[in-house]
């Protein structure tokens, strides 16, 4: 198996644009998993989904944000618009089961925001 | 706040010595714990983990100890090796049925031939 697969790997944008996310969780796997990344909070859970169902978005920081799952191999986080402070690394994880113990992370997708 | 603390940014140790990597936390509710590594430009990737009901956990070269009643954890790495050197995440997962996992900052292990 690949793995979980994200793009782009980088995303440079303007303020105000909108961006997408995009996540291939590995194949078998029924969570899934969006997180943020940054120096000054770490790594934050925005999002889960169970079955394709989003179980917990307490994370998500706020209505510019939004994550779908359409089918059980493929995810999208969008962020409309965006802004400067938005910039982080996001990762996407999948795992068997609801638990997010032992998840298998992407590569993440480096997003800078100017 | 943080309920996950890893307060060593950074960690250096001889290869061939010990590795001790620490993480306290201030929940009482997580009953998981994990650690998971992280090199450059990759996702993280898990390492090894604890139950709350137990106070040890090995594998291989790592061990993970848990102290309950201190609310700490730590990582031994024995032997060191070159190619540990990573940063490493504590994290802790909460009971019930939301089970959402905590994360800490991260410790940067570099371990010097």
């Known amino acids: 198996d690949a793995g979980v697969i994200q793009s782009p790997r980088h995303e440079v944008t303007e303020m105000g644009q909108e961006v997408t996310l995009r996540c291939k969780p590995i194949?078998?796997?029924?969570?899934l998993f969006w997180y943020r990344q940054t120096m000054m909070r770490g790594l934050e859970l925005l999002i889960y989904?169970?079955?394709?169902?989003?179980?917990?978005d307490s994370g998500m920081p706020e209505d510019r944000f939004s994550a779908k799952m359409p089918n059980a191999s493929f995810s999208t986080l969008k962020i409309q618009p965006s802004e400067p402070r938005d910039s982080a690394v996001y990762f996407c994880a999948s795992s068997l089961g609801r638990s997010s113990t032992e998840a298998f992370f992407g590569q993440g997708t480096r997003l800078t925001v100017v | 706040d943080q309920q996950v603390k890893q307060n060593s940014p950074s960690l250096s140790v001889q290869e061939g010595r010990i590795s001790i990597l620490n993480c306290d936390y201030t929940n009482s509710m997580f009953d998981y714990f994990l650690w998971y590594k992280k090199y450059p430009a990759e996702g993280p990737t898990f390492l090894i983990s604890?139950?709350?009901i137990k106070d040890k956990n090995e594998d291989g070269r790592f061990t993970v100890f848990l102290n309950k009643s201190a609310k700490h954890l730590s990582l031994h790495i024995v032997p060191s090796q070159p190619g540990d050197s990573a940063v490493y995440f504590c994290a802790a997962q909460l009971a019930g049925n939301n089970r959402k996992l905590i994360w800490g900052l991260g410790t940067s292990l570099a371990v010097n031939p």
């Open positions: 604890i139950s709350s």
């Open positions: 989904f169970n079955n394709n169902v989003p179980i917990d």
């Open positions: 194949s078998g796997h029924n969570s």
